[in-house]
């Protein structure tokens, strides 16, 4: 009996510890891991015309192509949108991205980037150590938080496999999204086409038609 006990009991921690191994491994690869890569470009954006016309939770919407835009990015974090609004639903899930000497320093400046609320923020030790990516001005210039909006299902499959650390490549439209329902209800979202603008109206509204993971 002592023995079949024993055995049990062996059993059970290398249950335990498989799952802790588990555990561990997806929460590394749901979450990703924080690096630096350099000699990423800023991103290009050309004049676009054109737009989509979609039906989506009871409105009709017009996607209406503000630039073509063109961004290699490092992630620097990423966050869902599970909800049942109609902003949700176009776009679950915003992408922050860096580039420059803020992707090529994100390794040893400790920056704590985060996202709520379709914005993202980010903090550091102190203005001392942002100087080689050009201070508090350079941050705003070479990172961005990206509102993904997936043209079609391949894409947001590719969308929902970026992780933290991924160095990547979105092809798609900076746009203008109106949005009006039956009911007199309407939706309004407008990309940012600059990257130096910060708070409300800052971020970019991307329609994306390709995903490229690039290293």
Partial sequence: MKDAYSQRKGLQRMFLLALVLFIVLFFYAHQGRRRAVPNIPDPVQTEASGQEQIELDGYQITIQYLYQYDICGLVVSTHNYPGSGIGDKLAPRDIALAWGSVAAYNDSIDFHWRQSGRWYSWQAASYAVLEPVGGVEGVTLQS??????????????????????????????????DGTRSDGSTFLWQSSTVRSDTGAGSCEVVYVTGVEWLD
């Fill in 144 to 177: 961005s938080n990206n509102h993904v909006i997936p043209a079609d299902k391949t894409v947001k499959k590719a969308v929902k496999q970026i992780r933290t650390g991924d160095y990547i490549r979105l092809t798609g439209y900076l746009v203008r999204i």
